[in-house]
């Protein structure tokens, strides 16, 4: 007997029920399917974006080498080559729509929420094994899959109309991304059961994994702060007087 | 000939002047060294530097993992052994001092500002070699030693009478931890003649070196930033409304 | 102005010459152009080269890990996508035709000689960096080639009469296996540009590189000679008396 | 109620009987024990060992960054200052007892067997987690435990009179020794019981735990077998004709 899916997850977001809500229902996640998101903010994000993105492929090429099994492996390859090959450059066609373009992206200073993010998943990855570094990942992948699927209820089909953001809620929602989101929460749900078995939460890992999702989740929080109030890079000429 | 190692950190420090002055000049140390800086601000800055030693403590373990000479090797040990054995538990003390005990401490979640500093760290260390690794370390070993020695300085004598900082002041400005730092600076110094050679300026890998060091020097700075305007570590309950 | 991807290689060759020439001129080598190379020698190789295959992708997964530079983390990722994903099939259909199939080989414990020669690269790529790493994985990729090319030579054309090695031949002294190799000799080419110079022989680096280069080396030597001699997978009984 | 340390160590033991039997009670620990063993094959192995501790000693400093708790950390970091900063010493010494000066011992190619058992340690804590690491470093500190004690056993009270390789009998059968080994053990169980549970056989992970203790302790005999029959580290002129 193995363990649903959903189940794992339904008990890692109950751990930190208030981050997680205050991660998928954020300010920015309603402002955007509103259409009320200032651009600037929609700007912020999608550049950092793409630096989130390198390092989010990373965090996958080093599932691919802690994977135990050829199945495991398979999936992890294959997502890497997914986001390197194909995600990437539909984010470049994306982002040159708004102005801007790769060399630009790829010079910009990382905030320091994104690098707290990415590299806390990377830590998780080398510190301990494929499924603490699956788990630093999922907040990501299906918090991304929940907030598209929010953004396509249907009292919230107004804010669709005439929405500058309506691409990027078109992806999130569609049946292509949310079978992406389904594969790795089985991935997961699989990689669990095999470590820590039919009943995660009575697991002596159960403490620790749930942790690892709530700082994970609470980065992402960061992250839609950071859009929402772009922090400065280095701090203004008069703080150094 | 070996490469002065004061002439190395004289070239990285310029690489990135602005961002090095807002780090050892910032707010924090100057109310530090005037005495007027609020209590809650050193007592947050005490907290997270418990967890961050951890961290930076793992970081000096991954560079003995990442040694390629005995010496060097030594060299890392003998640091992670006295910040671990040793600074640790000073460390403790003096926060008991301040009302703060070490299973509160530990029990803490990181802010964002120190995960995305230790684990970017880490990262470097993981993703180069150890001189990149040691590059990223540089900012905070010398940093602090910096920040001693100008606080020592005569023109700040008078802010020493009745600070309640002065054991921390005295502690960074001492002859130990000067020496630990200048101990710091001649390893760095050796792996980088090794590696770069005798005209770091001219390698290939300056570009790469000095990213790492502005890079940790503004995670510094957002450290400070954090302690003067401690960050929420999860959003205030309207901002999921 | 760069240095040919062949001078690097050249010079890495040049400064293990016998240890080179024992690798691509091995007994099992000539043996297997000649068609006079045992069958159990064979199936041995092959179904090590299965787990071979396994632990070779891990480290090109890291070198996507380690990889700083998009162009670099593109070549890694497709070099790990077409080994797990096309080479590693193409390998368990040709080890079908030799008797050998998926489960058994999966389920055979790694040879010393092999586990010795994947974790050393392995652990090359976790000490140092993308350099140290790619040098590590050379001696396997241009061996290869080297041994493809070596075996299309007229002289050598009467042992590929009715020779049952004559579709790893074929392989490995076809276009496709040479360019990939060619490819490879230029992505280090290009990294080691950009981290030890235009003279790589003056560069700190290269006598570290160069004992990376040989080890490997002499660890695939290691490898024909497990398949030539094969190793017991635990003692005899008589020992343990 | 936390598993008993013997409990574990039995369990895994029993899982390998074959290969751990060949391990504790190979022809290189009883001729040892008898003083038959041949000069030449222990002053091999005392050269070996000196690289060997080098890297036992760096997965010694990965298990110090993985450790997710401080104590498991301290537990580490005293390890590899110990080994590093107190037995690699003694080891020295000891080895220029026997002809052997440092500078030699470090230039020295490592052979495949040692090079297969340090980098397959190294290799599960890279793609495991800290329970990993420690099964697969335990061969080591519980064999040597288990073999020191095995030769002051009353039986073998004979095989001690003038035999040359005493001081190494007296150091591994001597009360500070087994303590350091029980100390390793009781960490270890420590760490499994927070990530196994009190059924440590009935988890999903103990296949591949019980897998890594047998890897590790056929790569022990394997680094024995190389002692009394050292193989040659580059192959005989004659091979490359």
Redesign the interface.
């Known amino acids: 007997m193995t363990i649903a899916a959903a189940d794992i997850f339904s008990a890692l977001k109950a751990s930190c029920a208030?981050?997680w809500?205050?991660y998928v229902?954020?300010?920015f996640v309603r402002d955007m399917a509103a259409g009320t998101l200032p651009e600037e903010a929609f700007r912020w994000y999608l550049a950092q974006d793409y630096l989130f993105l390198?390092h989010f492929?990373?965090a996958w090429?080093?599932a691919?080498?802690?994977?135990?099994r050829?199945d495991e492996?398979?999936h992890?390859?294959?997502t890497?080559?997914a986001l390197?090959?194909h995600e990437?450059q539909l984010h470049v066609e994306y982002c040159a729509g708004w102005g801007l373009d790769e060399d630009t992206m790829?010079a910009l200073?990382?905030a320091?929420?994104n690098?707290?993010y990415t590299?806390?998943v990377?830590?998780r990855g080398?510190?301990?094994?494929?499924l603490?570094l699956l788990v630093a990942l999922a907040p990501c992948v299906i918090g991304y899959a929940e907030i598209g699927a929010w953004m396509a209820r249907p009292e919230h089909a107004a804010g669709w109309q005439g929405n500058p953001y309506r691409p990027w809620m078109e992806m999130y929602s569609g049946a292509e991304y949310q079978q992406v989101a389904a594969d790795v929460q089985a991935l997961i749900a699989r990689v669990a059961?095999?470590?820590?078995?039919a009943d995660p939460q009575g697991?002596?890992?159960w403490p620790?994994l749930a942790a690892t999702f709530a700082?994970a989740t609470?980065?992402e929080?960061?992250f839609w702060?950071m859009a929402c109030h772009p922090?400065p890079?280095?701090?203004p000429?008069a703080?150094?007087t």
């Open positions: 208030a981050d809500d205050a229902h954020h300010r390198i492929s990373r090429a080093l691919a080498v802690k994977a135990e050829l492996m398979r992890a390859v294959a890497v080559n390197i090959g990437m790829a200073p990382e320091a929420a690098i707290a590299r806390y990377l830590d080398h510190s301990g094994d494929l603490d059961a095999r470590r820590i078995g697991s002596g890992r620790s700082a609470r980065l929080v960061g702060e922090e890079l280095s701090p000429p703080a150094a």
